[in-house]
């Protein structure tokens, strides 16, 4: 399995433009986590999906932020209007829903900076 | 709510010795699991050792090692014999098990190692 795979690696927008990060997870996993990476906050959860179902947003910083799970293969969140503050590393993580060892995998991030 | 917390934001340490990092939780769970993830230059998180809170033997994974101690719910990282490639950010993270909902997985705000040659 290639792993979690994200899309863009970095994204450089202008204020105000809509922007849309992606997300594969691992085959077989069914739950799904954004993360924002900065300096000031560290590890931020956005939100996460099980089956494809939103559990628990109340990490979304604002409603300009919104994430879906059309399918067990992809997710994306997007930013409708960006503002600079957006700027940072977002992670998307996947997960097997089951009891047991099993850890949380990442993608490799997508850097956004919004000018 | 769980709370990871991770006291020190920087350490360094010489090359070939060892360093300690330290994480407490908070949680009222009894089963539960707890990592330690490394974040080096390159950003991929990558998982360096894992402990399930119900044994009590602590994990070992080469020069990576815990200790665990559950009832301080404390769970820290020891590095022996540091390496020049072990410098990166360090996470420690929590993950309980909800039924229906799946993992749920709570990290702390890091810690950045130097490992100075």
């Known amino acids: 399995d290639a792993g979690v795979i994200q899309s863009p690696r970095h994204e450089v927008t202008e204020m105000g433009q809509e922007v849309t990060l992606r997300c594969k997870p691992i085959?077989?996993?069914?739950?799904l986590f954004w993360y924002r990476q900065t300096m000031m906050r560290g590890l931020e959860l956005l939100i996460y999906?099980?089956?494809?179902?939103?559990?628990?947003d109340s990490g979304m910083p604002e409603d300009r932020f919104s994430a879906k799970m059309p399918n067990a293969s992809f997710s994306t969140l997007k930013i409708q209007p960006s503002e600079p503050r957006d700027s940072a590393v977002y992670f998307c993580?996947?997960?097997?829903?089951?009891?047991?060892?099993?850890?949380?995998?990442f993608g490799q991030g997508t850097r956004l900076t919004v000018v | 709510a769980q709370t990871v917390t991770q006291s020190q934001p920087e350490m360094s340490v010489q090359e070939a010795e060892t360093v300690t990092l330290s994480c407490t939780y908070d949680?009222?769970?009894?089963?539960?699991?707890l990592f330690w993830y490394k974040q080096p230059p390159s950003r991929q998180m990558i998982l360096v050792i894992r402990?399930?809170?119900?044994?009590?033997q602590n994990a070992t994974e080469n020069r990576f090692s815990v200790n665990f101690q559950k009832a301080a719910k404390s769970f820290s990282l020891k590095i022996s014999d540091s390496q020049l490639g072990d410098t990166a950010m360090y996470f420690c993270?929590?993950?309980?098990?909800?039924?229906?909902?799946?993992?749920?997985?709570?990290f702390g705000t890091g810690t950045s190692l130097t490992v100075i040659p």
């Open positions: 993580a996947s997960s097997l829903r089951a009891r047991g060892n099993t850890e949380a995998f």
């Open positions: 085959s077989g996993h069914n739950s």
């Open positions: 999906f099980n089956n494809n179902v939103p559990i628990d």
């Open positions: 949680t009222s769970e009894n089963n539960y699991y």
């Open positions: 402990q399930e809170a119900y044994k009590q």
């Open positions: 993270a929590f993950m309980k098990h909800v039924p229906n909902t799946g993992n749920q997985f709570y």
